[in-house]
C-alpha cells in the first residue's frame, strides 16, 4: 500500500464505522471485542494481528506491523491520532480539519472526505 491509499482507507474506514475502537473505560484498541477497528487496526490482516499489540501506540508495535507498513509510520502515528481524539468524535468538523492537515503535510489527496458524514450522525 502507498501513503494515499492508506489515508483512503483509514478515512473510509473511519467514517463507516462512525465511533472510536475502544476499550469503554477510554482507552483506544486496535481491535475491540465487538469488531471495531482502529485508524490502524482496520490495515491490520486478521493472521496477522496479535493482542500483544493492544496497550501501545503504532510506533511502539512497528514490528508487529505488516512489512508494508513499516515506511509510512509517520503516517500512522498522525491517523492514529486523530481517532484516538475524543474530539474527533464529538465534532465532525475537527476530524474532517484533522484529517484535510495530514493530507496536505503528506502530500496527499483529500478528495476521500467529500461528502462523508459520520455513520455516528455527530455533526
Known sequence: MNAQEIFD?????LYTQGKQADDGMGGCMYRTVGGLKCAVGCLIPD???HPNMEGSTVDNIG???PSY?????RLLIELQGVHDATSSWEDEVVMVGSLRLIARQEGLS???LEGKRLANGAA
Not at 507498513?69 to 509510520?73: E, F, G, I, R, V
Open 110 to 112: 483529500d478528495k476521500v
Open 47 to 49: 493472521d496477522q494481528y
Open 9 to 13: 482507507t483509514v478515512v473510509t474506514h
Open 63 to 65: 514490528l508487529l506491523l
Open 69 to 73: 507498513l513499516h515506511p509510512h509510520m
